[in-house]
């Protein structure tokens, strides 16, 4: 980078680069709050069985079992700041270009908000409850039929059709708007309702997201807005004029915040991967012998398992490790397994 340039003559207007609010925010749940603490824990009932009514006996509507619940431990990470000065002489020089509100808020868009987002459709990518492979590449003629096995795997899990966002990249939207169905069925909303919203699919909002923001060999997501958050707990900036040690300008900022998938509604998070060769790869299914051996044909991953009924990839019980010390009749194991660089197996179990 270079110093400050001073010019015979500077112009009033400033070129800046092209920004983008963010594209995550107001499509997913704002259900939880992080006031005041940094972990958030939510407990979701277990629900039992239901039994034929027996009409003698003492207990004629089955035995009774303790509703247990599962607990998912939210923990924020993310917590970026910049701060940058500008000198009174050096503004002065150039024509006063450099107004601190102005270059505060031009931070915010070119940097704070791109990284948020990025982060935001990593995770996302990483937490799928439903994550595919496919090593054929998207066309005009098959992107519909693509999206569509994401909202049947969603119509067959419950998830609500209202509240859903089909979020895609640039290359693959280019491919959507030329199909003969997204034609047909295409409408423009009120373009206030989400920022970044290019038109409407199958009932879901469609999302156009620029490469920048977009994790690597992903085709495209659908993502219902209750199945995940974005907690943004500390937004601030400051600004300082002619703090002590400087003549000028103070620009500070800090975002605090993180991504998460809920558990229980992680079937709300359907993510397609681009699997061709050297590209995307996702983990295989670890497999739990009957030793308590867990062993996965991914090498150099990690796995995480319980054995509590609850989805390793969520539960704050999960442990890490290829071998279960839990072993006895009737423990049933879930384990799957991750690496970095990868996306995320799909969950295995095993009951011994």
Not at 63 to 83: A, G, N, R
Not at 112 to 127: E, G, N, T, V, W
Not at 266 to 290: F, H, L, Q, R, W
């Amino acid at each position: 980078m270079s110093a400050i340039n001073l010019h015979s003559k500077y112009a009033k207007e400033i070129q800046t680069k092209y920004t983008t609010d963010s594209l995550v925010n107001g499509c997913l749940s704002n259900d939880y709050s992080f006031s005041g603490v940094k972990t958030v824990r939510i407990s979701t009932p277990v629900t039992v069985p239901m039994t034929d009514y027996t009409r003698s006996g003492n207990s004629r509507y089955g035995t009774p079992t303790e509703m247990e619940d599962i607990v998912q431990e939210l923990t924020l990470t993310q917590d970026k700041s910049f701060t940058l000065t500008i000198d009174k002489g050096n503004n002065e020089d150039q024509n006063g270009i450099k107004a601190a509100g102005k270059m505060l808020s031009l931070q915010i868009s070119e940097k704070a908000i791109p990284l948020m987002d990025k982060y935001s459709f990593h995770r996302l990518s990483q937490l799928g409850g439903k994550i595919v492979g496919d090593e054929n590449a998207i066309t005009k003629s098959n992107v519909c039929e693509r999206i569509t096995r994401g909202t049947t795997h969603m119509d067959d899990c419950e998830v609500p059709s209202f509240g859903r966002t089909l979020f895609v990249p640039s290359d693959v939207y280019a491919k959507l708007r030329l199909s003969e169905e997204f034609k047909s069925c295409d409408r423009l909303m009120d373009k206030s309702l989400t920022k970044g919203q290019v038109g409407t699919y199958d009932n879901m909002r469609v999302v156009k997201v620029p490469a920048s923001r977009w994790p690597a060999n992903v085709n495209f997501m659908i993502v219902h807005k209750r199945a995940a958050c974005a907690p943004v707990k500390l937004n601030d900036t400051k600004f300082h004029k002619d703090p002590p040690g400087i003549s000028g300008a103070l620009l500070e900022g800090r975002q605090y915040y993180d991504l998460f998938v809920f558990g229980a509604k992680c079937d709300g998070v359907y993510v397609e991967v681009n699997t061709a060769a050297g590209k995307g790869t996702i983990c295989e299914m670890p497999i739990a012998s009957a030793n308590g051996e867990i062993t996965c044909d991914t090498a150099g991953v990690t796995i995480k398992y319980t054995t509590d009924g609850t989805d390793p990839r969520y539960s704050s019980t999960a442990k890490i490790g290829d071998y279960v010390e839990e072993l006895g009749s009737g423990v049933t194991v879930s384990a799957y397994a991750y690496k970095e660089g990868f996306f995320p197996s799909a969950v295995s179990t095993y009951t011994f």
